[in-house]
């Protein structure tokens, strides 16, 4: 009853950008939590990012510090994740997860996408 899709994944040099986007629809609850995860072959998955509903809050993993934004959408229950400065430790399939509780566990977010891959070379 609730469906998550991200796209914008792609290949880019090292030192690029990509914007990825996500956005929930269906039977939602009025004020989800979004945010993102990654996780490399062989890897466990990575927090990356979180948003509060509110736009208000935010929370980033120690290496996208500085490199990494996210925001929401003017739409309800969508987020952007702008990637900037990329290196090749950030290849992966990046996921867009919704909930209800603010914070980086993966157990906080209900609601997944199927992925979106970035490739970074050099």
């Known amino acids: 009853q609730v469906q998550v899709v991200e796209s914008g994944g792609g290949l880019v040099q090292a030192g690029g950008s990509l914007r990825l986007s996500c956005a929930a629809s269906?039977?939602?609850?009025?004020?989800?939590?979004m945010g993102w995860f990654r996780q490399a072959p062989g890897k466990e998955r990575e927090f990356v990012a979180t948003?509060?509903?509110?736009?208000?809050?935010?929370i980033y993993g120690d290496s996208m510090k500085g490199r990494f934004t996210i925001s929401r959408g003017s739409a309800e229950n969508t987020v952007y994740l702008q990637m900037n400065n990329l290196k090749p430790d950030d290849m992966a399939v990046y996921y867009c997860?919704?909930?209800?509780?603010?914070?980086?566990?993966?157990?906080?977010?209900?609601?997944w996408g199927q992925g979106t891959q970035v490739t970074v070379s050099s």
């Open positions: 269906g039977r939602t609850f009025s004020n989800l939590v």
């Open positions: 948003i509060h509903w509110s736009g208000r809050n935010t």
């Open positions: 997860a919704a909930g209800r509780v603010f914070g980086t566990s993966g157990s906080s977010y209900d609601y």
